[in-house]
């Protein structure tokens, strides 16, 4: 079978500013070359980072679990499970989590995001 099986489990997360992240498909964990996938787990009222963009990475976010805020520029929406949302590269955004519990979102990232490469805060 050419396809590649991984549960979250199996995977080391990195610890960043209020969130655990770990990426679960990409070029260091599978064949991926173009993309990578992964999820993150925000600890309760904690904000993302601060705004940031992604140089050359079109991003998606998925929320599984828990509430918050994004914010990109001077605009803000609520997010919630079953919200999805693409951010082109270049485009400053942040995630707060402002619920009591943790925030589980999965993200998509194209060409794909080496966690390595992610500022700790």
């Given at each position: 079978m050419k396809i590649e099986f991984i549960h979250e489990n199996e995977?080391?997360?990195k610890a960043l500013s209020g969130r655990i992240s770990k990426v679960l498909i990409g070029p260091k964990t599978t064949r991926s070359k173009n993309l990578s996938f992964g999820i993150t787990v925000m600890a309760p009222r904690?904000?993302?980072?601060?705004?940031h963009s992604h140089a050359i990475e079109d991003e998606i976010i998925y929320?599984?679990?828990g509430e918050g805020e994004i914010t990109s520029g001077n605009?803000?929406?609520k997010?919630?499970?079953g919200i999805a949302m693409f951010i082109p590269a270049g485009v400053?955004?942040?995630?707060?989590?402002?619920s009591d519990?943790?925030?589980?979102?999965?993200c998509c990232f194209n060409p794909p995001l080496d966690l390595d490469t992610v500022p700790l805060k």
């Amino acid at each position: 079978m050419k396809i590649e099986f991984i549960h979250e489990n199996e995977i080391e997360g990195k610890a960043l500013s209020g969130r655990i992240s770990k990426v679960l498909i990409g070029p260091k964990t599978t064949r991926s070359k173009n993309l990578s996938f992964g999820i993150t787990v925000m600890a309760p009222r904690t904000i993302q980072s601060p705004p940031h963009s992604h140089a050359i990475e079109d991003e998606i976010i998925y929320i599984i679990d828990g509430e918050g805020e994004i914010t990109s520029g001077n605009e803000s929406a609520k997010i919630y499970p079953g919200i999805a949302m693409f951010i082109p590269a270049g485009v400053k955004h942040n995630i707060e989590n402002k619920s009591d519990r943790e925030m589980k979102l999965a993200c998509c990232f194209n060409p794909p995001l080496d966690l390595d490469t992610v500022p700790l805060k």
